[in-house]
């Protein structure tokens, strides 16, 4: 009887117990003591909770006893999770801290234009490559629509600030391609060998970039091929200029994508009057493929590329009577493999291994040159996330370039020339978040060059403040090193050339709104170590020295918005640039030629709907560029008439998946002129007679049928155009 | 003997207050819901999922409404952290189970949260996606009235820009309706939203 009682007792005791409500409490604060609204405060493991008020003030009641945990959750913020006692949390004030993986937190901006699906402020997006006009698909030509870039029409590579296209490297998945442009020769422009369809990211640096990358004077441009397709297609292209065929295949782990394309320029010369005379058109024959394999926790990645083009002409040259042929030859192969991963707790591990080949063969004239390149890199990297605060990250690379050039007159000169160059640099970097509005990153680079025989050190750092909710300051600094050029170094002799070096400061702000960016950067360069020599053109007799200087400072200025008109998007660019070197074979200090002080591009787009089509414009101008006129004492002396070229295109959808492009450059037909080839040596009357380097044809124009074949038939390829 | 009769009620009583726990936390969520408190709904229902991990409904409404929410959110900067949200959710019931059609008829409502904040950047990117999500939830469940529906609804909406024919897409929106008719949800807390929606889209097809 007695331990019935005391079993009733206890039972109703226990039962009491059990449903006894106590009250739990507070106020939930940012870390300034500002309120937060719509935090969710429960205890963990049961349903007793609430919601935080507009004064972040929350009671509830729980029937829980004893130690719990109380958990508060909110998205901007960290969750919260303490082992309270229940019956004793009342009007306590929880802070919460603000979760820098948020995604407004700050990231260093300077110097860095990105496009893309991970960047977090995209100056331009994956369509804005194929749909700009005068772009035609070619990621280069884009990007000259941005600032900080300046148009060389005759060369068609990407030239930043004040550098020479050589001062720009490429990497796909974070390893170099040696070979990044279609071979060319004698001012006819080239274009980048990557089709944008197979890149979901792009980061395009114009100065003050990580430790991670060498070998880079002034910037660098980093592609990263998709981690996964959209489904299983075939693409067809059919156009004035030639043919494409692609095809994607969607594994449960795996995916492989091919594209081929066969270009022939026939058509298009035959339509459009052209400054020079085609013995054979431009054609290339070129392939990419990449495969993707999924592990649980990583990816690797195979990109391979092959391109072969040939070309045959006869221009204009101001020394000689008749026209000059020049015949190219060139295949290029590129085969990057890569893995990346992550292993252990907060390590990541990419590497990788690159390998270009490229043989040119051309007759220039009477004369014969063949070269051949074949460059490797090896990369480590690894990176370890001790907190979400602190991020350090450390690597090596390996570069290996061998170079072999055969020059015969067919006559009475045989030379050959070459070089082999190994490259081993180490890195280490550190990212440092000091708070969602403050964040630094300080790295170091070492790098070894056998063929140089010198060892560098390379500090970089960068810093970031956010002013804002919408806008932030970055500044960024860095000392680059870069091996100079094969021209000059295919006549290397006894470590005789020193790397060149550039040091950037840039200044950086940026403000951004759903649908509008704007950018305004300040730089300033310092060249030193850069090359010389003492003859009209570079030989083997030159005599060299890496006694040459220059700088460059300036301002650029980005503005895109999409917000002024529905179905409009529309962005403009602007760069001022003072620059001078005396280095090659200058006299003196002056400005080289292919800076124009002011460039300036429009890009707009407009989508009608009612004609279910795209139509955009795109207008570049840039100032005068100087060019020498040895008939003239001072050097440099010269400038060119401003460059303006107004480009077109229509996109039309037929049916979803039947797309009808057009595109026409330079509208308005603009006798653009690049810069005066001078003669070799003055006439009778002792005058240097000139000869104006124009475009090969005013207008470029374009008419392509697309066709995609998929179980999806939203899918089309106004993403290639 | 009384004390094992009482131990046995006890045991049944708490089974049976856990139930109606259960239900009555989701009850309540559903009236936050249908009120219009969507932030309170949610947390309410996380609360739930943290404390039930049997059942996915918890989660799948979280992810639910965080993305419903972004089709009338006007403030754009909010739209990232609301499909993040849901796709944080719906990620930990599709771990455990990938053979359930509404999840992944959820997942390509989320993508169409992503196409429609922003069409020019993420419609090539994510169409794609959609259009698998359906077909997946097709492939486990035929009949499933939400996913031949979405599917023919995402195609619809996209029609204007990119001119593909309705007239089969409409009839698709036909036999959803028709579906809905048939449909059964398997528990009173299971989805079964969505005719509302079709019957507009119906009469949309009709003009």
């Given amino acids: 009887m007695k331990t019935k009682l005391l079993f009733t007792i206890s039972f109703l005791f226990l039962t009491i117990f059990i449903f006894a409500q106590t009250t739990i409490s507070g106020k939930v604060v940012d870390q300034k003591g500002k309120p937060v609204t719509g935090a969710n405060i429960y205890i963990d493991g049961t349903y007793d909770g609430a919601t935080s008020s507009e004064t972040g003030d929350f009671s509830f009641e729980t029937t829980s006893t004893g130690n719990q945990f109380i958990v508060i959750s909110f998205l901007l913020y960290e969750t919260f999770k303490k082992e309270i006692d229940v019956t004793n949390f009342k009007d306590q004030t929880v802070k919460l801290r603000e979760n820098v993986n948020a995604l407004d937190a700050v990231v260093i901006t300077a110097g860095t234009l990105e496009s893309g699906d991970k960047a977090r402020v995209s100056v331009l997006k994956p369509l804005d490559i194929v749909t700009t006009a005068g772009s035609a698909g070619n990621i280069i030509a884009a990007l000259q629509t941005l600032p900080g870039t300046q148009t060389v029409g005759e060369d068609g590579r990407l030239f930043v600030r004040g550098g020479e296209a050589s001062e720009t490297q490429t990497f796909v998945d974070g390893i170099r391609v040696a070979q990044p442009y279609g071979a060319t020769t004698n001012n006819l422009p080239t274009r980048g060998r990557f089709s944008p369809f197979l890149f979901s990211g792009i980061a395009f640096s114009t100065g003050g970039y990580s430790a991670e990358y060498g070998e880079a004077l002034s910037s660098v441009l980093l592609l990263n091929t998709q981690d996964e397709p959209d489904m299983n297609k075939t693409d067809i292209a059919l156009m004035t200029v030639g043919l494409g065929l692609g095809n994607t295949q969607k594994w449960k782990k795996s995916s492989l994508s091919v594209n081929t394309a066969y270009i022939n320029l026939a058509p298009y010369q035959a339509v459009i009057p052209q400054n020079v005379d085609w013995n054979s058109p431009y054609q290339s024959l070129s392939g990419e493929t990449v495969y993707r394999y999924h592990f649980t926790n990583g990816i690797f990645k195979l990109y391979a590329a092959f391109d072969a083009s040939k070309f045959d002409l006869n221009q204009k040259n101001i020394n000689f009577e008749d026209k000059v042929r020049t015949d190219l030859n060139n295949n290029n192969f590129y085969l990057n493999a890569s893995y990346k991963g992550t292993f252990g707790t907060g390590w990541q591990l990419t590497s990788g291994i690159g390998y270009g080949y490229s043989v040119n063969k051309i007759k220039y004239d009477v004369n014969d040159v063949d070269n051949d390149e074949n460059a490797a890199q090896l990369k480590l990297k690894l990176r370890k996330s001790v907190s979400d605060y602190f991020k350090l990250s450390f690597g090596a690379d390996y570069f290996i370039t061998k170079f072999n050039e055969n020059f015969d007159n067919n006559g009475n000169i045989q030379t050959s020339n070459g070089y082999d160059s190994n490259i081993a640099a180490f890195y280490t970097e550190g990212d440092i978040l000091f708070s969602k509005n403050l964040a630094a990153k300080v790295g170091l680079r070492l790098s070894n060059n056998s063929l140089l025989n010198e060892t560098n050190i390379a500090p970089r750092a960068s810093i970031a403040y956010k002013i804002s909710k919408s806008s932030q300051f970055s500044f960024a600094y860095g000392d680059f090193t870069q091996t100079p050029v094969v021209d000059y170094i295919k006549y290397s002799k006894y470590h005789q050339f020193e790397s060149e070096k550039a040091r950037h400061y840039i200044l950086n702000y940026q403000f951004t709104k759903p649908g509008q960016t704007f950018r305004a950067e300040a730089y300033y360069k310092d060249y030193s170590n850069l090359v010389q020599y003492d003859t009209r053109d570079i030989a083997y007799n030159s005599v060299f020295n890496n006694n040459g200087s220059g700088y460059a400072k300036g301002l650029d200025l980005f503005w895109r918005d999409s917000n002024l008109y529905k179905n409009l998007e529309y962005w403009i660019s602007y760069s001022y640039i003072d620059s001078e070197r005396q280095y090659k074979n200058f006299p003196t200090m002056a400005t080289p030629s292919f800076i124009g002080n002011h460039s300036l591009s429009i890009v707009t787009k407009y989508f009608i709907t009612d004609w279910k089509s795209q139509i955009g414009f795109t207008n570049s101008y840039s100032s005068g560029r100087p060019y020498n006129d040895p008939n003239q004492t001072q050097f440099m002396n010269g400038k060119t008439k401003s460059y303006n070229s107004l480009s077109f295109n229509w996109a039309y959808l037929l049916t979803t998946q039947k797309i009808l492009y057009f595109s026409v450059s330079n509208i308005l037909g603009s006798q653009n002129v690049f810069g005066y080839d001078y003669a070799k040596l003055p006439d009778a009357n002792g005058v240097y007679q000139r000869q104006a380097v124009v475009p090969t044809a005013d207008r470029f124009f374009f008419l392509g049928f697309f066709w995609t074949i998929s179980k999806n038939k939203n899918d089309n390829q106004l993403k290639n155009l | ?207």
């Fill in chain 2, 1 to 207: 003997m009384t004390k094992i009769i009482t131990a046995f009620t006890l045991f049944i009583c708490s089974l049976l207050s856990a139930q109606t726990q259960f239900e009555q936390g989701m009850g309540k969520a559903f009236e936050l819901w249908k009120e219009g408190k969507n932030a309170e709904a949610s947390a309410m229902f996380e609360r739930i999922a943290a404390a039930d991990k049997t059942s996915y409904l918890p989660n799948y409404y979280v992810a639910l409404i965080n993305t419903t929410a972004v089709f009338t959110e006007k403030d754009k900067t909010k739209i990232d952290l609301l499909l993040t949200k849901a796709q944080d959710a719906l990620d930990k019931e599709i771990i455990k189970d990938q053979n359930n059609a509404e999840l992944y008829i959820l997942q390509a409502l989320i993508y169409t949260g992503y196409v429609v904040a922003d069409p020019m950047t993420n419609g090539m990117k994510y169409s794609g996606k959609v259009m698998e999500a359906y077909a997946k939830a097709k492939a486990i469940d035929p009949n499933n009235p939400r996913a031949v529906f979405g599917e023919a609804d995402y195609q619809l909406g996209g029609a204007k820009w990119t001119g593909v024919d309705t007239k089969p897409l409409c009839v698709q929106v036909d036999k959803a309706i028709e579906l809905f008719g048939t449909f059964k949800p398997e528990t009173q807390f299971s989805p079964k939203w969505g005719l509302e929606r079709a019957l507009e889209a119906q009469k949309n097809c009709k003009k």
